[in-house]
């Protein structure tokens, strides 16, 4: 239940899922050139129906029969830019107690997670405030009756204890952010562009005074004067259609009456009178400068040309300020840029990462040069293409998708929330598909010609704190009187029964088809014909493994290398015939396995799949590249070590596995001693040894037939034969060091949080069958909202903004990890619980009637859900490979629940997940620590950040 502020996307075209689509075939690549945007964007459709309740609530209805599930998002026109004065943070607290029950749902997510429900979410913006779940049809009724219960009955249900509770839980979201590299960043940006006043000013999460202002009083103001149903866009996204929902709709939210109407505001955008510049230390590796204005509102003309604008300035892989400032002067080590669209203004930003060593004035100048540039000059047709392009190819991967923050729900509802129209999203295409360079320039002169608002944050000690941020700004000069508490109100409860879920729908899991390329490379395909789009991957056998401690992170460098240049196309080139082709091709190392993974548009499958094969083979490891990047990657892991869930991240692996396993390293980024001595030689040796196709395959998900996608690999793969001499092997057999209880701090001053990383080697593989058991009971323990951890550190003590537990599933030894982020005086507490909740589960208070329903049955009802993207079937297949699982082994999991009882989970629980022998990490201010650690009773050991 996060603010999800930073910031809408650069359309509100968010997620245009589940459209109807006409299906563009592989023959229409003949000439391999990209299909036409006009084309593509006509293909893009979402249909629905409206209707209106008497009391004003308004429903959209999109039908989607692709899978049993129906997307709920409830969107309440109220946001932050409501909030009144000594208030900021309001409407985002209220968005938490709206899942703390009501007066006829003593809880929101347990019904609904038993029901097959995705975890219920909310999120607040400056503009509204929205609630989301994804459920089986048979749950929709539930559904709607929850909604409507939180809706209409909520204060009945609202005490005192709930209040604090959420305060906490707020406030450690707060630090949370703030306690991050560059964290009050989000502050300064709105502060510095807007006057004191502005309801776009305060950040959504407000400040820690007016959060602990917040009263009882508070709570039922806010909801009797925004929570009415005339304030509400109601979507329902999936299999469902209007005439079925509608008296559903009715018979749920009809008797709420209606509210008072959510006032407008007067909220435009600013014009600087002069430029402002701002410098702030930071506890950061290396200077960052930001560069703002604020822009139009979303309706506005000039939104469209200006996403586009600012994705040829820093959104592109190709762009401006990538090619300039990264690529050829190597003057910083990472770029953006983005038009971040709220409802009455936008937030234009460009900011660099200044490389180090270089004077930061020198990079800056380079900075404003590339800017001065594309305003005079514009964009090149080209560059507008494929800018684009590659807008309207995220929006066509995003149509598989019914609910959600980004679902087909979303998209209708903003439409009509923003602009009055659910349709909107067609406007904004078409207007796209039919930009011209011209208008692009024009708009970014308008806009960015103005005078800018500059931050630079330099390294140093931070001497600011988050807690006075974010607030409404003058309260230093003038106080905030606290409101007089009034007496409530007498509540008259409603009782309501809640619905019986209906039966729900089966999971479908595609089937597998497979091939073998004359070259050997086994090839897996699971057809889907949802959108004209495809996910493929080309895995090897290597990953982060293959380094072990001693090379830590030469592997992750030859791949990310190979979007570098090949023998016959520059990086930039690379990038730009992405953005052509509508595809997003990108390489990645994991623990067990390297890949190179492409989403590419059916339509432009074979000059998509030329380029990736290219990519794979062909690496250039050209000199000046591999020291530009070899940079790149040492800037990446100074930041890695100035962020405390990174410096967890890094020490926890070697601590559990021993440096001589090859799980025992400090992750991709590897160490700076052995980045600065990797050559191009060294790459390409590497590259020779671990990518070939005798330790390959492919798996590839999406809208394409075996007869068309065989031929098309073969002409990118068949040729490439194998090395002489055997395939590189990794013992993963070697021994692990026994596990051992202690704690391991790693000092970082000034923290307003620690965090908390436990964990232990399993004896355990996981290639090892048959253990869902166990996947079950740390679900039960850590692995959801719903669970003991959880429940616990946040929803009753308050103390963190959320903890989770896994248990990794590598090919290797399996590992059990719990990592929170904790308030910095409750870290000796927050271990203390931990392990003692552990214990607990594993020694006696075993799984619950509840629970077991939930993650047992509650599973089965979900299963649909886990599976409605391309990429999600993806990902299942591919773990299905590396564990030597069937094809249908997702279809099997419903009996395997079904047939799991108390006893299975509960031993499991006692083998594995037991609070002993676990190393804890921990990373905060050893000044506010130190005396608390003492008080654990684990013996202590110091690491220093910098050797990491």
Do not use: C
């Not at 995705?118 to 049809?137: C, H, I, L």
Request: charged share 20%; no cysteine; glycine share 10%.
């Amino acid at each position: 239940m996060e603010p999800n502020r930073l910031l809408r996307s650069s359309f509100a075209l968010a997620a245009l899922a589940g459209t109807i689509l006409s299906p563009i075939g592989v023959a229409a690549q003949q000439a391999a050139r990209p299909a036409p945007l006009a084309d593509l964007v006509q293909q893009v459709d979402i249909p629905f129906e409206t209707f209106t309740l008497d009391n004003g609530l308004k429903t959209i209805v999109h039908t989607d029969r692709k899978a049993p599930v129906v997307g709920v998002t409830v969107y309440y026109r109220v946001g932050s830019k409501h909030e009144p004065r000594g208030r900021t943070g309001f409407a985002h607290l209220f968005e938490h107690l709206m899942f703390t029950g009501s007066e006829n749902v003593p809880n929101f997510d347990i019904p609904l997670e038993a029901a097959g429900s995705t975890a219920t979410n909310g999120s607040t913006d400056t503009d509204r405030t929205n609630y989301v779940e994804t459920v089986p049809t048979g749950a929709l009724d539930l559904a709607l009756f929850m909604e409507s219960d939180r809706m209409g009955y909520l204060l009945g249900a609202i005490d005192q204890a709930k209040l604090d509770r959420q305060r906490g839980v707020v406030q450690n979201e707060k630090r949370q952010g703030d306690n991050q590299p560059y964290g009050l960043v989000r502050y300064k940006l709105t502060d510095g562009l807007l006057p004191v006043g502005h309801p776009y000013r305060h950040s959504v999460i407000g400040s820690m005074a007016d959060l602990d202002a917040a009263s009882l009083a508070d709570v039922r103001r806010w909801f009797i004067d925004n929570y009415g149903p005339n304030n509400v866009v109601l979507a329902l996204a999936g299999d469902i259609e209007a005439a079925t929902a509608r008296p559903m709709v009715e018979r749920w939210f009809g008797a709420i009456p209606r509210g008072p109407e959510v006032g407008e505001t007067e909220a435009e955008p600013v014009t600087l009178a002069a430029p402002v510049r701002e410098v702030m230390a930071d506890q950061v590796p290396s200077t960052m400068v930001m560069r703002g204005w604020t822009g139009p509102a979303l309706t506005d003309p000039d939104a469209v040309p200006l996403a586009a604008g600012m994705a040829v300035l820093g959104g592109l892989a190709s762009s401006r300020l990538d090619n300039v400032l990264v690529r050829d002067r190597q003057l910083a080590v990472g770029v953006s840029a983005s038009a971040g669209q709220d409802e009455q203004l936008s937030w234009l930003t460009a900011q660099m990462e200044v490389r180090p060593g270089v004077d930061p004035a020198e990079a800056e100048a380079g900075f404003d040069e590339v800017i001065a540039r594309l305003l005079a000059e514009g964009p090149t047709q080209d560059e507008l293409t494929r800018a684009a392009t590659q807008i309207v190819s995220a929006q066509i991967g995003a149509l598989e998708v019914v609910g959600g923050f980004g679902g087909k729900g979303s998209t209708l509802a903003e439409g009509e929330l923003y602009a009055g129209d659910p349709a909107h999203y067609k406007a904004e295409l078409e207007q796209l598909a039919a930009l011209t360079p011209a208008q692009v320039q024009q708009a970014m002169q308008r806009w960015l010609g103005r005078p800018s608002y500059t931050l630079s944050v330099v390294p140093g000690e931070r001497t600011e704190s988050g807690d006075t941020m974010g607030g409404w700004g003058d309260e230093g000069t003038n106080p905030v009187a606290p409101a007089p508490e009034q007496a409530a109100p007498p509540i008259t409860s409603t009782p309501r029964a809640a619905p019986e879920v209906a039966s729900v729908g089966e999971l479908d899991f595609p089937e597998v088809e497979r091939a073998t390329l004359s070259n050997g490379i086994e090839v897996a395909l699971a057809r889907r014909t949802a959108v004209p789009k495809l996910s493929l991957a080309l895995v090897f056998d290597a990953g982060t493994a293959a380094d072990g401690a001693e090379r830590a992170g030469t592997q992750s460098l030859m791949m990310e290398m190979l979007e570098e240049g090949t023998t016959t196309r520059s990086a930039v080139e690379i990038a730009e015939e992405q953005e052509r082709l509508g595809a997003a091709i990108s390489t990645g190392t994991g623990l067990d396995t390297s890949s190179v993974s492409m989403s590419a548009l059916s339509a432009n499958l074979a000059p998509s799949l030329a380029l990736m094969a290219d990519i794979a083979r062909n690496p250039a490891f050209a000199a000046g590249e591999v020291a530009r990047v070899k940079n790149q990657r040492l800037a990446a892991i100074q930041q890695e070590q100035a962020s405390p869930a990174g410096l967890a991240r890094r020490a926890l692996g070697p601590l559990i596995f021993g440096e001589a396993h090859p799980y025992g390293n400090v992750g991709a980024s590897g160490k700076p001693a052995v980045i600065e001595a990797l050559t191009p030689e060294a790459l390409a040796a590497e590259h020779a040894r671990w990518l070939r196709p005798d330790t390959a395959s492919i798996t590839a998900v999406g809208d394409v037939t075996l007869a068309e996608l065989v031929p098309a690999l073969e002409q990118a793969f068949g040729d490439w034969q194998a090395p002489a001499g055997e395939k590189p092997v990794k013992n993963l057999a070697a021994a692990t060091p026994a596990g051992q209880a202690r704690l391991v701090v790693i000092d970082r001053p000034n923290s307003p949080q620690s965090v908390l990383m436990l964990g232990r080697v399993l004896p355990l593989a996981g290639t090892e069958q048959g253990q869902e058991a166990l996947e079950l009971a740390n679900e039960v323990i850590g692995g959801g909202f719903l669970s003991r951890l959880n429940m616990n550190l946040r929803e009753e003590k308050g103390w963190t903004y959320g903890i989770g537990s896994s248990v990794a599933q590598p090919v290797g030894p399996r590992s059990f990890v719990v990592s929170t982020p904790v308030q910095t005086d409750r870290t000796g507490d927050a271990i203390r619980l931990i392990l003692d909740d552990l214990n607990a589960f594993a020694s006696g208070q075993g799984v619950t009637g509840e629970e077991l329903q939930r993650v047992t049955e509650g599973n089965v009802r979900g299963l649909p859900n886990r599976f409605q993207t391309n990429g999600q079937v993806l990902g299942a297949l591919l773990g299905n490979r590396q564990l030597g699982r069937p094809d249908d082994y997702q279809e099997r999991l419903a009996s395997i629940y079904r047939s799991m009882d108390a006893g299975a989970i509960d031993q499991a629980a006692g083998q594995y997940l037991q609070g002993g022998a676990l190393t804890v990490v921990v990373v905060g201010d050893r000044q506010a620590i130190d005396a608390q650690l003492q008080g654990v009773g684990l013996p202590i050991e110091y690491i220093d950040a910098a050797t990491l």
